[in-house]
């Protein structure tokens, strides 16, 4: 049987579309040879969007029920962004960052966006001796050049390396062995889950928005974003995409008007409170 999280939709002739999409968080839609079945994962009682006909319009009217129940983002078109990684990866430091952007400085895009690599670690979200002037006055450069300066943070993961994980291991989210949820594989090894229900991480990640912000970054590219929503044993007994959600608003607060790429996230808890979405796969490890 296949199963998708939230829509499903099974072509029954040329053109003819059968959609079955949640209205609520968790939702998953499995088909069984013929039958489309909807559920809830946390056994939610929620409300379903079922129509039938033409694919773009079956579609469209159900993005215009998720809209009018999550919101939609501010902007009609997405800004043209020049993002480190897909150049450099990690290798970067402030001679190159500098050398690319007046390079770029006459090229038309409206953000020039540091990725990965600017940080101590993922957790420790501050930069390395490698950028020895500090974000600010990297962001202060950026602007000087007629771009949004943007930055790359993965708010909800953290590697051994972090204080955080060797000062407050009452905030990783834990599976049932109580051991540490792995998010999945980057540079560093394997990162590990924060539990994003626990008031004190909550209040961390504002506080760790307000500091990017306030370093002059008005486009913030969010990262491994899926680490809020991971099976595990929570602070709070609510369902995982609830507690993701929770912590998004959180940071959707503390980010104000600054446009919020959220990448590897679950789509329908991330509506309304990003302003986009990258759902294709990253780059290849190899040029």
Same mark, same amino acid.
């Not at 607060?253 to 600054?258: F, L, R, S, T």
């Not at 329908?268 to 990003?274: A, E, T, W």
């Given at each position: 049987?296949?199963?998708?999280?939230?829509?499903?939709?099974?072509?029954?002739?040329?053109?003819?579309?059968?959609?079955?999409?949640?209205?609520?968080?968790?939702?998953?839609?499995?088909?069984?040879?013929?039958?489309?079945?909807?559920?809830?994962?946390?056994?939610?009682?929620?409300?379903?969007?079922?129509?039938?006909?033409?694919?773009?319009?079956?579609?469209?009217?159900?993005?215009?029920?998720?809209?009018?129940?999550?919101?939609?983002?501010?902007?009609?078109?997405?800004?043209?962004?020049?993002?480190?990684?897909?150049?450099?990866?990690?290798?970067?430091?402030?001679?190159?960052?500098?050398?690319?952007?007046?390079?770029?400085?006459?090229?038309?895009?409206?953000?020039?966006?540091?990725?990965?690599?600017?940080?101590?670690?993922?957790?420790?979200?501050?930069?390395?001796?490698?950028?020895?002037?500090?974000?600010?006055?990297?962001?202060?450069?950026?602007?000087?050049?007629?771009?949004?300066?943007?930055?790359?943070?993965?708010?909800?993961?953290?590697?051994?390396?972090?204080?955080?994980?060797?000062?407050?291991?009452?905030?990783?989210?834990?599976?049932?062995?109580?051991?540490?949820? =792995?998010?999945?594989?980057?540079?560093?090894?394997?990162?590990?889950?924060?539990?994003?229900?626990?008031?004190?991480?909550?209040?961390?990640?504002?506080?760790?928005?307000?500091?990017?912000?306030?370093?002059?970054?008005?486009?913030?590219?969010?990262?491994?974003?899926?680490?809020?929503?991971? =099976?595990?044993?929570?602070?709070?007994?609510?369902?995982?995409?609830?507690?993701?959600?929770?912590?998004?608003?959180?940071?959707?607060?503390?980010?104000?008007?600054?446009?919020?790429?959220?990448?590897?996230?679950?789509?329908?808890?991330?509506?309304?409170?990003?302003?986009?979405?990258?759902?294709? =796969?990253?780059?290849?490890?190899?040029?």
């Amino acid at each position: 049987n296949h199963v998708s999280a939230w829509v499903g939709a099974v072509e029954l002739a040329d053109d003819d579309i059968l959609l079955l999409g949640a209205l609520n968080l968790s939702g998953r839609v499995e088909l069984d040879g013929q039958t489309l079945i909807g559920f809830y994962e946390d056994n939610h009682k929620g409300e379903w969007f079922i129509a039938r006909g033409n694919e773009d319009q079956v579609f469209a009217q159900y993005a215009s029920h998720l809209e009018a129940k999550f919101g939609k983002t501010r902007y009609d078109n997405p800004p043209r962004v020049w993002c480190s990684w897909y150049s450099l990866y990690k290798w970067i430091n402030e001679p190159i960052v500098l050398n690319a952007l007046d390079r770029l400085k006459d090229f038309p895009f409206d953000i020039f966006q540091l990725d990965d690599g600017w940080q101590v670690t993922h957790g420790d979200w501050e930069p390395t001796r490698k950028f020895p002037s500090g974000m600010k006055a990297l962001a202060d450069r950026i602007k000087a050049a007629g771009k949004t300066a943007g930055l790359w943070v993965a708010p909800f993961m953290v590697t051994k390396l972090s204080s955080i994980y060797r000062n407050r291991p009452d905030w990783l989210l834990r599976d049932k062995h109580d051991k540490p949820v =792995p998010v999945g594989l980057t540079w560093e090894g394997v990162p590990y889950a924060l539990d994003v229900s626990h008031p004190e991480v909550l209040a961390w990640l504002g506080q760790l928005i307000r500091k990017v912000r306030g370093w002059g970054y008005d486009y913030l590219k969010l990262d491994f974003l899926y680490a809020g929503a991971l =099976p595990g044993k929570r602070y709070q007994n609510i369902p995982r995409e609830v507690a993701f959600r929770n912590a998004l608003k959180v940071i959707r607060e503390a980010a104000g008007d600054a446009y919020i790429l959220a990448c590897g996230a679950p789509i329908i808890p991330s509506i309304g409170l990003c302003d986009g979405i990258r759902v294709g =796969p990253d780059v290849s490890p190899y040029w």
